[in-house]
């Protein structure tokens, strides 16, 4: 018979979940973990990871296509989707054994199975597995973690059918490459696919219902993308609504307001991104003190919920729903339930977004527009690829770094890029942020040349017009 | 694992602090829970309990260390058999998660146009402050010194949100220009005039001094008082205390005494007056929701205020056992946290002394003080007659932000109702 009394029990295995379960164990705590179907959860298995391998198929086969720029030269050019989504999968497998290896190594008790929340005894929290064979397991700890994460938003009367009309699950494994694709949504989720499916040919339209593409970047950086797909071919509808969809036998007709008129857009598959909800359902949260605001659980700056004991985290409580934010805000809370000195409450500003679209877009802190709405006096600094010569020698001159201070400190307030590379780049703008430098520290430190980094050194210089290459 | 047991901070307030005594010597085991060391903080002799398991490695500041910094490596716990790691037997005080003890670090912002004489002030190794340059640039923009700035960052790394804090508070204000401040005072805000000779004796100070020094100076400086004073006839106050007295010898309860009874009535008036039982803040005035009263204690040490909780929802009885009991503590230093640390009101008694009034200074971030004189047989005019009545004066210092004059007078007036017709006090 399995222990099933522990210190924590963390219900989800993404990586808030499995992230969490290994701090808790480091953390001296006797931990479970229990997921429904797969260890690491969506980002690791449908999600972030093995997207991000069908997106590097897709980069390769940009630069094979594009050999001669570079002088090279290479024939008969193709594609097999199912290779490409073989690999991608492959990847996906890999990480998933990565994370099973994880849970052994820190002794962290895995069930398979969903799990309720079940009462309190002898002031023990009391979870209830019910298994994937059946059989339901009775657990108890001291205190309770709630991962589960999101899945796909489904607009009504729109809903994924996984034959035509898709979300990412099915987006990410296709049969075959569809000639011509609507993606609804223009987030992350919903231009990675549109990136994906028109470098590989397909006939892509975007529409967004808010004036640009990007919503959630700054204005800047949503245009420029915006330029650049439609320079690749995409076709881009903003302040744009889909009213309805029409399947046919290998087809859909979608009906897509726009300024005020109708126009019917026929394609062979849609892509519904249109944002996420939170797994609240079959949790066991009702008659709890855990509040649960439009699908996400309302929780502290440390993951407490309402009830004793119960936490949540990623995904399940509230935005930026990134993986790296989940794992954090996970590691946050189990050191303050473990009493760790020098904890600090979760910070959401320094929490780095990124795209991996092609051109690459990677974001941290506040926009320029939201600079000034929150009442600060700011200095922007720009840089363009095409003045850094490690951006011309990769053939990637295209794409902006722009940077937004506090007039008055000197803070870095935000900073929001566009290019190749940017999502690896992104990293310096936050440490800069965590660690709270002002300009002054950003113009000392030296910058590595030939590389694209430097543009972040420029685009600080130019803020203070002291910009060196253009 | 070694693990480093680090010097805890017992109060909001506290930078550093005596590691009094050890419970516990190198190679001794210990268990959760066991207490192994007392530390001298702020206002009182706090027990440190040991919350690993395992075996004292090291014993790393030994006891009778003044000024050990918060967070400071005091002792090395280590497994069954492990030896002690060399990197981490390192000295307490300049240790990187330490905060800087507020008067060694801070360098007044004149420097000392003379060398100290003869001090024996420590100075912290370095002197160096962690602060984020933001944070930097921020203090020197406010004029805020941030040797004064506890920071809240990892491993007490002053932060942005620490300074605005204290510019919101109107703390970690420099030492005044016109002061020149010596490197070796402990209080940098304080000027010294007193040139040390051959006939003086330093004597250090103990933390509880530099607390008493720090707010009341802060007091006086910042918060702007006025005083009010009254004489309350305390004839009928000492006919009930007698009735009380007498009840209580012969059911051995505790007996009553006239500070009790005032701390009661203050707590009634308080009750008839939440505006006075107030706080000044910037953004909005902070009314308590209970009637807590802290009363001045003296010791041995220095001035404690604890505190009778709910004093308007207790009986007199309660109270005068209440006070019995936190005055014995204060005295041997044995007051826990919450027991002197709040409340909403100070009631200081000297009138043991033989004092007939005085001003006292208010204790921030309360709005008043009641100093309460000796109880005296005095003669009075009723009627045109001069006749002979125990009269007891009362001199109520009030923070003039909070409170206006008419409404403090109005709250003494409250109180005389009280203090005068006592039967009213116990409805």
Not at chain 1, 164 to 189: D, F, N, Q
Not at chain 1, 314 to 343: F, M, R, Y
Not at chain 2, 45 to 51: D, F, K, R
Request: net charge neutral.
């Amino acid at each position: 018979m399995a222990d099933t009394s522990f210190d924590l029990i963390v219900v989800g295995s993404g990586p808030g979940g499995y992230v969490t379960a290994i701090r808790a164990s480091q953390l001296g705590m006797k931990t479970a973990i229990v997921e429904r179907e797969l260890l690491g959860g969506i980002c690791l298995n449908w999600g972030c990871i093995p997207t991000k391998a069908l997106l590097r198929s897709a980069e390769v086969y940009h630069l094979m296509k594009h050999a001669d720029a570079y002088g090279l030269s290479a024939s008969g050019v193709a594609f097999d989707a199912r290779k490409v989504v073989e690999r991608s999968r492959k990847v996906a497998g890999q990480l998933n054994g990565g994370v099973t290896f994880l849970m052994k190594k820190h002794k962290i008790a895995v069930f398979m199975g969903n799990a309720k929340l079940d009462g309190v005894a002898g002031g023990l929290r009391k979870v209830a597995v019910a298994g994937k064979d059946g059989k339901s397991t009775a657990l108890t700890a001291k205190n309770v973690i709630l991962a589960t994460g999101a899945r796909a938003r489904e607009l009504p009367g729109m809903e994924a059918d996984g034959k035509l009309i898709w979300t990412y699950r099915e987006a990410m494994v296709p049969l075959a490459m569809p000639k011509s694709l609507l993606v609804i949504g223009s987030g992350a989720i919903g231009i990675e696919f549109a990136s994906f499916y028109r470098t590989f040919g397909a006939e892509v339209t975007v529409v967004e219902v808010m004036d640009r593409v990007l919503p959630v970047e700054d204005a800047d950086i949503s245009a420029f993308a915006r330029k650049a797909f439609e320079k690749q071919g995409m076709k881009i509808m903003t302040s744009a609504t889909v009213k309805a969809l029409t399947k046919g036998a290998n087809s859909v007709t979608a009906t897509v307001e726009i300024g005020g008129k109708t126009q019917d857009i026929t394609v062979e598959r849609v892509i519904s991104a249109v944002g996420i909800v939170g797994n609240v359902e079959n949790l066991g949260l009702e008659g709890t003190k855990v509040k649960v605001d439009r699908t996400h659980v309302v929780v502290d700056g440390w993951g407490a919920t309402g009830e004793p004991n119960v936490y949540a985290i990623g995904d399940l409580t509230g935005p930026p729903w990134l993986a790296h934010k989940a794992s954090h805000e996970g590691v946050t809370c189990v050191e303050k339930i473990a009493g760790v000195k020098g904890v600090h409450p979760f910070e959401t500003k320094n929490i780095p977004g990124c795209t991996y679209c092609h051109p690459q877009v990677a974001s941290v802190g506040l926009t320029e527009a939201a600079a000034k709405a929150a009442g600060h006096q700011v200095k922007v600094g720009r840089f363009p690829f095409i003045g850094n010569g490690k951006a011309i020698a990769l053939g990637e001159a295209e794409g902006l770094v722009k940077t937004v201070f506090d007039a008055k400190t000197g803070e870095l307030l935000g900073a929001h890029m566009v290019g190749a590379e940017v999502t690896e780049l992104i990293q310096g703008y936050t440490i800069a942020r965590t660690l709270e430098t002002t300009e002054a520290e950003l113009m000392h430190t030296v910058f590595p040349h030939p590389t694209l980094s430097e543009m972040m050194h420029e685009s600080v210089l130019d803020a203070y017009g002291r910009v060196l290459h253009i | 694992m070694a693990i480093n047991i680090l010097m805890p901070a017992l109060s909001p307030t506290m930078t550093e602090g005596k590691l009094a005594k050890w419970y516990v010597k190198e190679g001794d085991t210990v268990s959760a829970g066991k207490v192994i060391c007392e530390i001298e903080t702020d206002k009182a002799t706090m027990e440190v309990e040991a919350v690993d398991e395992g075996v004292i490695g090291k014993i790393v500041v030994p006891e009778g260390t003044e000024g050990v910094a918060v967070n400071a490596v005091i002792a090395i716990l280590v497994e069954e058999g492990e030896a002690v790691p060399a990197g981490d037997a390192k000295p307490a005080a300049p240790t990187p998660a330490a905060k800087p003890a507020p008067a060694a670090a801070a360098p007044a912002p004149t420097p000392a146009p003379t060398p100290p004489v003869g001090g024996s002030a420590k100075t912290h190794e370095g002197g160096r402050i962690f602060a984020s340059p933001l944070a930097k640039r921020l203090a020197a923009e406010s004029g805020l010194d941030l040797a004064k700035i506890s920071g809240s960052g990892p491993h007490g790394r002053i932060v942005k949100e620490d300074v605005e804090q204290a510019a919101k508070a109107g703390t970690a204000k420099p030492a005044p220009k016109a002061a020149p401040a010596p490197a070796a005072t402990k209080e940098p805000s304080a000027p010294q005039f007193v040139v040390p000779g051959e006939a003086t004796t330093r004597i250090p100070h103990t933390s509880i001094r530099k607390v008493i020094a720090r707010r009341m100076t802060e007091s006086k400086q910042t918060v702007p008082h006025f005083y009010l004073t009254v004489d309350y006839e305390i004839d009928a106050l000492l006919e009930a205390r007698k009735a009380i007295n007498a009840l209580a010898e012969k059911s051995k309860g505790s007996k009553v005494s006239v500070n009790d009874m005032v701390i009661k009535a203050c707590a009634m008036a308080l009750r008839d007056h939440p505006d006075v039982n107030a706080s000044w803040s910037e953004e909005a005035m902070i009314q308590y929701n209970t009637v807590d009263i802290a009363v001045a204690v003296a010791t041995d040490r220095g001035l404690v205020t604890p505190i009778v909780r709910n004093a308007d929802l207790k009986g007199l009885g309660r109270i005068a056992t209440d006070m019995k009991d936190l005055a014995a503590r204060a005295r041997e230093g044995k007051l826990k946290l919450d027991e002197f640390q709040g409340g909403g009101f100070t009631i200081s008694n000297l009138g043991m002394y033989g004092i007939k009034d005085f001003l006292a200074i208010i204790n921030p971030p309360q709005a008043a003080i009641l100093a309460v004189g000796a109880g005296e047989e005095r003669v009075v005019v009723r009627n045109g007659q001069m006749v002979i009545r125990n009269v007891m004066s009362c001199s109520l210092s009030v923070d003039h932000r909070v409170v206006d004059g008419a409404l403090g007078a109005t709250f003494l007036q409250t109180l005389r109702s009280y203090i005068e017709q006592p039967a009213t006090m116990l409805l």
